[in-house]
C-alpha cells in the first residue's frame, strides 16, 4: 500500500481542522485587515490564555519549542562551562539547545516503566559535578517527570529545574500538580504534531518567576529593553500573530482532545492486555506476546499521551514495523537512538553505559493516536499487531 492510501496514520492534522475552518479563516480575515502580522493583540491574549489554562502566573510566546528551552536556559544564565543534567532519551532539540548556550549535557538513564529521567541515576552521575548548575527534565510522551530525590536535592541546592514541556501541555503528576508546577520555567512547542499544535512553528514558556518571564520577553527580541535599547544578546523569536491567533481557537478545544486521547490509550492498553501483553516490569518470554505496556500513570488523567508508545520485544520489532505499514498502519520509532548516541552530541556520551536508554531505542514503538482516531481503528491496530506478533 502507498503513502497515499494509509489507511490509519500516525496523525490526520488535515482532519482535526476541518471542523475548526471557519473560525481559523475569519480570524486571518481580521488579522489581514489589521495589517499586524508579529506579536501584537493576539499574542498578547494567547499568553494569558496560556497562563490561566496551565495555572501558571506569566506565559511567555516565542516561535519555537526549541526556542524556549534556549531562552529559558539563557535567562537562567547557564552558560559555557556550566553541567546540565538532562535524559540521554528525548527528542534532539532538547540536549542541543544546552550545547548551543555552551554547556555540557550530563546524560542520564531513565527509568524503564515511564521511560522518564530516573532520578537517583542522575544523582549517582551529577552529584558530585561542581559545574552542575540546572536540570533538564523532559515529559516524554505526555506523562509529567517525577523528579523525587533530585527535586529535593535541587531545592536545597538552588539548582533550577527547567521543564521539557514540549509534549505535555495539560498533564499533571501523582500529586496533582500541572505541568510547570514543580519547575522553574517549563518551556512548551506547538510544533503542528503537538497536542495543542499551531499551523506553523511557535513555542512559549510559563513560570512562577515575574523577573525571569520579563528577561526571557526581552531575550526573544534581541535582548531589547526598552525602545532602541539592548543591554544583552538575545534572538529573534517574536511569536506570529497568526499562531498566537490559531492557537487561541484550538486551546478552547484542547482539554476535549486531551480526554479523546486519554480514552483510545485506556482502549489500547486494556485490548492488549486481553491478547495477553505484558505489564511494565514483566520480562519478555517466548510464550507471551513480545508488547509491553509502559507503567499506567498514577491516575488515568495524568498523562496527555502525546503519543501511546509501547515495547516490543527487540528481534521482533522490525518484523512488525513492516508488518503494520504493510497494512497501512502508520507506527514510529521514537526515538531510535540515545541523545549520547547522536553524532552531534557524541562528545558528551558518558563513560558509564545509559543501559535503559539503549534498551528502550531498541523496543519502544509509537502506535497511531490522535483524537479524531475512534476506537474501531484502534481495535484494527491491535489485531493486526496481535495477529502478526503470534506467528
Ligand atoms: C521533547 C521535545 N523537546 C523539544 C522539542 C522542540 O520543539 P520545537 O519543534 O517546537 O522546536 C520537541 C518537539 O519537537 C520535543 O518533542
Same mark, same amino acid.
Given at each position: 500500500m502507498s503513502g497515499s492510501e494509509i489507511a490509519i496514520p500516525m496523525q490526520d492534522l488535515a482532519l482535526a481542522h476541518e471542523a475548526l475552518e471557519p473560525e481559523l479563516l475569519a480570524g486571518l480575515a481580521k488579522l489581514l485587515a489589521s495589517g499586524r502580522f508579529v506579536q501584537g493583540e493576539p499574542v498578547r !491574549?494567547? &499568553?494569558? &490564555?496560556l497562563a490561566r489554562y496551565c495555572g501558571a502566573p506569566h506565559a511567555v510566546g516565542c516561535n519555537s519549542g526549541t526556542d524556549a528551552i534556549w531562552l529559558a536556559l539563557r535567562a537562567l544564565d547557564i552558560g559555557p562551562g556550566d553541567a546540565v543534567v538532562c535524559p540521554g532519551f528525548s527528542f534532539f532539540a532538547s540536549a542541543a539547545t544546552l550545547v548551543r548556550l555552551g554547556a555540557r549535557p550530563i546524560f542520564c538513564d531513565i527509568l524503564p516503566g515511564t521511560l522518564n529521567l530516573d532520578p537517583e541515576d542522575a544523582l549517582r552521575r551529577a552529584g558530585t559535578d561542581r559545574a552542575w548548575k540546572a536540570v533538564l527534565s523532559v515529559d516524554l510522551f505526555g506523562r509529567l517527570c517525577e523528579l523525587g530525590p533530585l527535586e529535593a536535592h535541587c531545592r536545597e541546592r538552588g539548582i533550577p529545574i527547567v521543564e521539557d514541556a514540549a509534549q505535555s501541555i495539560g498533564a499533571? %503528576?501523582? !500529586?496533582? /500538580? $500541572?505541568?510547570?508546577? +514543580? /519547575?522553574?520555567? /517549563?518551556?512548551? !512547542?506547538?510544533? $503542528?504534531t503537538k497536542n495543542l499544535g499551531a499551523l506553523g512553528d511557535a513555542g512559549g514558556v510559563i513560570t512562577a518567576d515575574g523577573e525571569l518571564a520579563a528577561r526571557i520577553a526581552r531575550l526573544r527580541a534581541h535582548g531589547e529593553s526598552a525602545p532602541g535599547l539592548y543591554d544583552e544578546l538575545g534572538i529573534n523569536s517574536r511569536l506570529d500573530s497568526f499562531q498566537a491567533m490559531a492557537l487561541s481557537i484550538k486551546l478552547r478545544h484542547l482539554d476535549r482532545w486531551t480526554e479523546a486521547r486519554r480514552a483510545l490509550a485506556a482502549h489500547y492498553d486494556a485490548l492488549l492486555l486481553a491478547h495477553g501483553a505484558l505489564t511494565a516490569h514483566e520480562p519478555f518470554s517466548? %510464550? +507471551?506476546? =513480545?508488547?509491553?505496556?509502559? &507503567?499506567? =500513570?498514577a491516575a488515568p488523567a495524568h498523562a496527555t499521551y502525546h503519543r501511546y508508545v509501547v515495547r516490543i520485544a527487540a528481534e521482533r520489532r522490525d518484523g512488525l514495523i513492516e508488518a503494520l505499514r504493510g497494512e497501512g498502519i502508520g507506527c514510529e520509532v521514537y526515538y $531510535?537512538?540515545?541523545l549520547h548516541q547522536q553524532p552531534a552530541l557524541a562528545a558528551f556520551a558518558p563513560a558509564q553505559p545509559l543501559i535503559e536508554v539503549e534498551r528502550a531505542t531498541r523496543e519502544c514503538l509509537a502506535l497511531p493516536l490522535y483524537p479524531e482516531l475512534g476506537s474501531a481503528k484502534v481495535e484494527q491496530v491491535v489485531e493486526t499487531l496481535v495477529r502478526h506478533l503470534s506467528r
Amino acid at each position: 500500500m502507498s503513502g497515499s492510501e494509509i489507511a490509519i496514520p500516525m496523525q490526520d492534522l488535515a482532519l482535526a481542522h476541518e471542523a475548526l475552518e471557519p473560525e481559523l479563516l475569519a480570524g486571518l480575515a481580521k488579522l489581514l485587515a489589521s495589517g499586524r502580522f508579529v506579536q501584537g493583540e493576539p499574542v498578547r !491574549s494567547f &499568553e494569558a &490564555e496560556l497562563a490561566r489554562y496551565c495555572g501558571a502566573p506569566h506565559a511567555v510566546g516565542c516561535n519555537s519549542g526549541t526556542d524556549a528551552i534556549w531562552l529559558a536556559l539563557r535567562a537562567l544564565d547557564i552558560g559555557p562551562g556550566d553541567a546540565v543534567v538532562c535524559p540521554g532519551f528525548s527528542f534532539f532539540a532538547s540536549a542541543a539547545t544546552l550545547v548551543r548556550l555552551g554547556a555540557r549535557p550530563i546524560f542520564c538513564d531513565i527509568l524503564p516503566g515511564t521511560l522518564n529521567l530516573d532520578p537517583e541515576d542522575a544523582l549517582r552521575r551529577a552529584g558530585t559535578d561542581r559545574a552542575w548548575k540546572a536540570v533538564l527534565s523532559v515529559d516524554l510522551f505526555g506523562r509529567l517527570c517525577e523528579l523525587g530525590p533530585l527535586e529535593a536535592h535541587c531545592r536545597e541546592r538552588g539548582i533550577p529545574i527547567v521543564e521539557d514541556a514540549a509534549q505535555s501541555i495539560g498533564a499533571r %503528576d501523582a !500529586s496533582g /500538580a $500541572p505541568v510547570g508546577g +514543580r /519547575a522553574r520555567v /517549563a518551556c512548551l !512547542s506547538f510544533y $503542528p504534531t503537538k497536542n495543542l499544535g499551531a499551523l506553523g512553528d511557535a513555542g512559549g514558556v510559563i513560570t512562577a518567576d515575574g523577573e525571569l518571564a520579563a528577561r526571557i520577553a526581552r531575550l526573544r527580541a534581541h535582548g531589547e529593553s526598552a525602545p532602541g535599547l539592548y543591554d544583552e544578546l538575545g534572538i529573534n523569536s517574536r511569536l506570529d500573530s497568526f499562531q498566537a491567533m490559531a492557537l487561541s481557537i484550538k486551546l478552547r478545544h484542547l482539554d476535549r482532545w486531551t480526554e479523546a486521547r486519554r480514552a483510545l490509550a485506556a482502549h489500547y492498553d486494556a485490548l492488549l492486555l486481553a491478547h495477553g501483553a505484558l505489564t511494565a516490569h514483566e520480562p519478555f518470554s517466548a %510464550d +507471551r506476546l =513480545a508488547v509491553k505496556l509502559l &507503567e499506567p =500513570a498514577a491516575a488515568p488523567a495524568h498523562a496527555t499521551y502525546h503519543r501511546y508508545v509501547v515495547r516490543i520485544a527487540a528481534e521482533r520489532r522490525d518484523g512488525l514495523i513492516e508488518a503494520l505499514r504493510g497494512e497501512g498502519i502508520g507506527c514510529e520509532v521514537y526515538y $531510535p537512538r540515545g541523545l549520547h548516541q547522536q553524532p552531534a552530541l557524541a562528545a558528551f556520551a558518558p563513560a558509564q553505559p545509559l543501559i535503559e536508554v539503549e534498551r528502550a531505542t531498541r523496543e519502544c514503538l509509537a502506535l497511531p493516536l490522535y483524537p479524531e482516531l475512534g476506537s474501531a481503528k484502534v481495535e484494527q491496530v491491535v489485531e493486526t499487531l496481535v495477529r502478526h506478533l503470534s506467528r
